[in-house]
């Protein structure tokens, strides 16, 4: 069964700063993987969705980049705000059943 | 163009009785996933429907069961519920031919 850990679980930043969210997978046979944000009690936000074919994708301060082989993404945020606080989140969707799975998610904290 | 709409957003329900959500899709999207989150066990995966047919089915109780209407929108019911049912529940859609997932903002469950 695939299984999806971000690392850390919790991240507190002061702002301005640039950071590197992880997220890996145990099963490399992917269509793809897609980062999120959720905001406290609320949906989730999608941010990036980078095919199994890609290296990487980029919107704004935000680069995703995936290595396929090694089972592992990184989400980079440039210059850190306030209203990045969140929680990040990846999901895999897998060849086998698939189906998309999520990992536990990093609780971003970034202080003014 | 319209995000992905979840009716009710909140719910309170006793044990035993049973639950219908709703879940209206981005105009044009054919295929809508159910997810439950729960602090405990994250996102879970609970289905997916495609033009009016379960595609995918994650490994929840017979309790669960959904469906999908010619419009694309989507049911979700949950009979005699339990405690360990209170949640929030996540609808997405996608297009079909783009996989990018688009959540709507979720219903919180209760269940007393």
């Known amino acids: 069964k695939q299984e999806v850990t971000q690392i850390p679980a919790a991240l507190s930043v002061p702002e301005g700063e640039n950071l590197v969210l992880n997220c890996s997978f145990t099963?490399?046979?992917?269509?793809?993987l897609q980062w999120f944000r959720q905001d406290p009690g609320k949906g989730l936000t999608s941010l990036l969705l980078?095919?199994?074919?890609?290296r990487e994708q980029t919107s704004g301060r935000l680069n995703a980049s995936l290595d396929k082989s090694s089972g592992r993404s990184t989400l980079y945020i440039a210059a850190s705000q306030p209203g990045d606080s969140a929680t990040y989140l990846c999901a895999v969707r897998q060849v086998a059943g698939n189906q998309f799975y999520f990992g536990t998610g990093t609780s971003l904290t970034v202080i003014p | 163009k319209a995000g992905v709409t979840q009716t009710p957003r909140y719910l309170i329900k006793t044990r035993g009785q049973q639950v219908t959500l709703s879940c209206s899709p981005i105009?044009?999207?054919?295929?809508v996933s159910w997810y439950q989150q729960t602090p405990g066990q994250g996102l879970q995966f609970l289905f997916e429907y495609f033009s009016e047919t379960q595609r995918n089915k994650g490994n929840f109780p017979g309790r669960f069961s959904g469906r999908q209407f010619s419009n694309s929108r989507s049911e979700m019911n949950v009979s005699t519920l339990e405690l360990g049912d209170s949640a929030l529940y996540l609808c997405a859609s996608r297009s079909g031919s783009i996989d990018e997932q688009y959540f709507g903002p979720g219903t919180r469950l209760t269940v007393t």
């Open positions: 980078i095919q199994s074919s890609q």
């Open positions: 099963d490399s046979a992917i269509y793809n």
């Open positions: 105009s044009g999207h054919r295929s």
